[in-house]
């Protein structure tokens, strides 16, 4: 019988490293996979993980990386009981202002990765297995000064949630995940350690919450997670309020 297994990308720190270990405390998976590229943390967060893993230190942003992961997958013949795509970077900044290969890494690993690691992983899927895609609440409204990032983790957003919808009948359940700012290595590179934004401070999530929810939902097969009263705050304004309005308030607020 195929193992059951758990795949999760950018597993070396923050939201990947912390979903992994509550993915450890959930029964009945045989392995799982840790996907980023430091291997030296992946290999000491296996260390303290009680179910088995598979280390692989894949750079997304390379498509031969793709190719091995398929061929992994095609070897082993697993079952995929959760899949997170979580690995993603970004940085804050006029668009003039953050340079051309940058910008091609945001939206090849934000956009191109979750997108090409979705449809690779979704032949070894069954009924009742688990994708959670990691968007952020940036997904909800273009953002001046974060126009890229914002831009791609709409993309996931969009992409998930039609995908949630096409794998209904199988029983595959898509979430699309929209944390707020955590203080993770990702938000002290994308804001610069000088100056992190006192309106993001505000409504700082943590890791830890972000995933028991994440996972609490996507068990109850629902399409969206947001953990915190700031991002649904923000999701319901950019429902009832034109975008041109808020972003004229944001880069008031932000300036
Ligand atoms: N922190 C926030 O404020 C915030 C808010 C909303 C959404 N998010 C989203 O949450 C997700 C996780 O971010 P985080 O906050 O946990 O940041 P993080 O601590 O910087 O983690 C990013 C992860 O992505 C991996 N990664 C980066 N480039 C990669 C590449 N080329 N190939 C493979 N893996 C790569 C990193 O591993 P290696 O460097 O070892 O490769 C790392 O494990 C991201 O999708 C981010 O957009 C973050």
């Known amino acids: ?28 998976l045989e392995e799982i996979w840790l996907i980023a590229r430091r ?10 993980l009680k179910t088995a893993t598979q280390i692989m230190a894949l750079d997304l942003l390379r498509e031969k990386s793709f190719d091995i992961l398929e061929s992994e997958l095609k070897r082993q013949k697993p079952v995929i009981s959760i899949l997170v795509n979580n690995a993603g970077k970004g940085k804050a900044g006029s668009f003039t202002s953050t340079d051309r290969e940058y910008d091609s890494e945001v939206v ?7 997108m090409l690691l979705t449809k690779i992983a979704l032949p070894f ?3 009742g297995t688990r994708i959670l895609q990691i968007s952020s609440v940036a997904a909800f409204m273009p953002q ?30 898509v979430t699309t995940v929209c944390p707020n700012p955590m203080e993770t290595e990702f938000f002290v590179n994308s804001e610069g350690s000088k100056n992190i934004s006192r309106i ?18 996507s068990a109850r ?33 932000v300036n």
């Open 221 to 253: 097969g629902k399409d969206i997670s947001v953990s915190c009263f700031a991002a649904k705050t923000i999701r319901v304004i950019a429902k009832i309020f034109p975008h041109r309005i808020i972003m004229r308030v944001i880069s008031w607020l």
């Open 200 to 217: 993001k401070s505000l409504g700082l999530e943590k890791p830890q919450k972000v995933v028991r929810v994440a996972l609490s939902r």
């Open 144 to 173: 001046p000064g974060f126009s890229v990032y914002a831009a791609s983790k709409s993309f996931v957003l969009f992409l998930s949630r039609a995908l949630n919808e096409e794998l209904r009948q199988q029983g595959i359940t």
């Open 39 to 48: 291997e030296d943390r992946l290999l000491e967060l296996a260390a303290e």
């Open 125 to 127: 899927c069954e009924r």
């Open 1 to 28: 019988m195929s193992k059951k297994i758990a795949i999760i990308t950018g597993a070396s720190s923050g939201l990947g490293r912390e979903f992994a270990r509550q993915i450890d405390e959930i029964d009945g």
């Open 108 to 114: 090849l690993l934000n956009v191109q990765a979750v």
